[in-house]
C-alpha cells in the first residue's frame, strides 16, 4: 500500500469519529470529545458530590477530550494519569476556544496535574501523549476539596513550595506594578536562586516566563501563605510560562523554579504585563491555534485550489501559514517535502479556527509530511513548521504541494 492509500484509508477511519463531532465548542476540539460524566446534564462539577472520572486511548497525535461544565465560579482540579512508562501532556480550553492552562508533570513522574478558578460555562479537557506519542490516561476532573487522582509532584525535596518564610530573592524595590510594562528579568540558575519574591500594589494581568531549553525549565507560583496558584513545565517547546490573565490581587507572591535537565544551567526568569497580542501570537507561531483572515498576521495566499497548488516556504523558529479557497465536496492531500535537514510538520485548519488534519510523518521511513482530509467549500489555512519549534535553533526549506481530489461520477 502506497503512503497516499494509507492516508486515504486512514480518512476513512476519521470519518467513523463519534457524533460529537457536529459541536464546534472549544474551537472544534469538542468534536474528538465526550462528556465526562455522560451528558451535558449530568457533567457539572460544580453540583457534583465527587469527582468525574474519565479516560481512555489516544493513539498517534490523536487526544482524549473530556467535557465538563461548572455553573458557578469555582476552583477546579485537572488531571491525568498514564499508564507505566507513558507520560501525558494536558491543555484546558474555554468553550470558546481559548488556552487557559497546559501542563506535562504536574501530577508527578509523568503524571499532569493543574489546579485554576474556572467561571461559569463549558471547558474541554485535553489530554495527550508528549510530543504526540499514543498514551492510555485516567483522567479526572473535580473540585479541590474531591480526592486528587496524582500525587502532584512538582514540588520535590529541592523545591517544596515557598512560604513567607523561604529564603528568595525580591524582585524590584517595592512593588512592582510599574515595572511590568517594560518587564523585570533575572538570570540566575536553580543550584544558586530556587525561588523569587515579589510585590504588587493593585490587581495586575501579568505573564511569568522562565527561558533556556537545555534547562528544560518548571514555574510554579505560590501567594503569600505558600498556596500553589499556577505551575507550566513545557508551554513553548520546553520552556514554560504562566498567564495569570484575569489578575492577581495585591499582595506577595514567589515564583518557584527547577529545572528538570540541568539544575546548574542558568535560566532567565521574566515577570512582564500579560499581552493578549504576544499570547495569541505565540499559538500562531506553535500552530495551536489559526490567525484571523484580518490581515493581523501574515499568511501566504494561493487563491483558489482547482487541481494543484505549490509553495515553498522557509520555516524556523514559527510556523508560516498557507491560506487556500475550496469550491465543492473536496478531498485535499497535503504534502510538505524538506529540502533542508529540517523535520516538516502540516496543520490544516477551516476559517473558524477548527483543526481539520495534522500530520508530522507522513510514513515509517521519512520525516516528510503528508496529511489527507475530506472539507467542503470554504477558506482553509495550513500551517506549516517544524518538530522543536523554537527549541529546534534551525531553519530550512520546505516544499508544498496541495492536491484536490473530487469523486467520480
Not at 105 to 112: H, I, Y
Not at 121 to 143: D, K, M, N
Not at 331 to 349: E, S
Request: net charge negative; hydrophobic share 40%; glycine share 12%.
Amino acid at each position: 500500500m502506497t503512503l497516499r492509500h494509507f492516508a486515504l484509508a486512514a480518512l476513512g477511519l476519521v470519518l467513523a469519529g463519534p457524533l460529537a463531532a457536529q459541536t464546534t465548542m472549544c474551537g472544534g476540539l469538542a468534536a474528538q470529545g465526550t462528556w465526562i460524566n455522560g451528558s451535558e446534564g449530568a457533567s457539572d462539577i460544580a453540583t457534583s458530590a465527587q469527582a468525574f472520572d474519565g479516560g481512555g486511548f489516544a493513539g498517534s497525535n490523536e487526544a482524549i477530550v473530556s467535557l465538563f461544565s461548572t455553573s458557578q465560579p469555582l476552583d477546579v482540579r485537572v488531571e491525568a494519569m498514564p499508564q507505566p512508562g507513558q507520560d501525558t501532556v494536558i491543555e484546558l480550553y474555554s468553550a470558546g476556544g481559548m488556552l487557559l492552562l497546559s501542563d506535562d508533570d504536574g501530577g508527578g513522574g509523568l503524571a499532569s496535574r493543574a489546579e485554576t478558578n474556572l467561571a461559569p460555562g463549558s471547558y474541554c479537557l485535553v489530554t495527550r501523549g508528549i510530543e504526540g506519542s499514543p498514551v492510555t490516561a485516567e483522567v479526572r476532573v473535580g473540585r479541590l476539596e474531591h480526592p486528587a487522582l496524582t500525587d502532584g509532584g512538582m514540588i520535590t525535596e529541592d523545591n517544596t513550595g515557598c512560604t513567607a518564610n523561604t529564603p528568595a530573592m525580591t524582585l524590584g524595590m517595592g512593588p512592582i506594578d510599574g515595572s511590568l510594562a517594560s518587564g523585570i528579568e533575572m538570570t540566575g540558575s536553580v543550584d544558586e536562586t530556587p525561588f523569587y519574591r515579589f510585590d504588587l500594589a493593585g490587581t495586575q494581568s501579568l505573564s511569568i516566563t522562565a527561558t533556556n531549553a537545555d534547562a528544560d525549565p518548571v514555574i510554579t507560583l505560590y501567594d503569600a501563605n505558600g498556596l500553589l496558584i499556577a505551575e507550566n513545565d513545557d508551554f513553548d517547546g520546553l520552556n514554560s510560562r504562566i498567564d495569570m490573565t484575569d489578575g492577581l490581587a495585591p499582595g506577595t507572591y514567589c515564583i518557584g523554579v527547577r529545572a528538570l535537565n540541568d539544575t546548574a544551567l542558568p535560566i532567565t526568569l521574566a515577570v512582564t504585563s500579560f499581552s493578549e497580542a504576544d499570547y495569541l501570537a505565540g499559538l500562531y507561531d506553535r500552530a495551536e491555534a489559526a490567525p484571523p483572515l484580518d490581515g493581523s498576521h501574515p499568511i501566504e495566499d494561493l487563491g483558489e485550489l482547482q487541481n494543484r497548488l505549490r509553495a515553498d516556504t522557509r520555516v524556523g523558529d514559527a510556523a508560516q501559514w498557507i491560506k487556500f479557497d475550496i469550491w465543492g465536496e473536496s478531498l485535499v492531500v497535503i504534502d510538505a517535502i524538506a529540502l533542508d535537514q529540517i523535520d516538516p510538520v502540516l496543520t490544516l485548519f477551516d476559517d473558524l479556527g477548527r483543526q481539520v488534519g495534522y500530520n508530522d510523518d507522513g510514513g515509517p521511513e521519512t520525516l516528510d509530511s503528508m496529511l489527507a482530509a475530506r472539507v467542503s467549500t470554504g477558506t482553509y489555512l495550513l500551517a506549516v513548521s517544524q518538530v522543536g519549534g523554537a527549541d529546534s535553533g534551525t531553519s530550512g526549506r520546505i516544499r508544498v504541494a496541495i492536491e484536490r481530489y473530487v469523486r467520480a461520477n
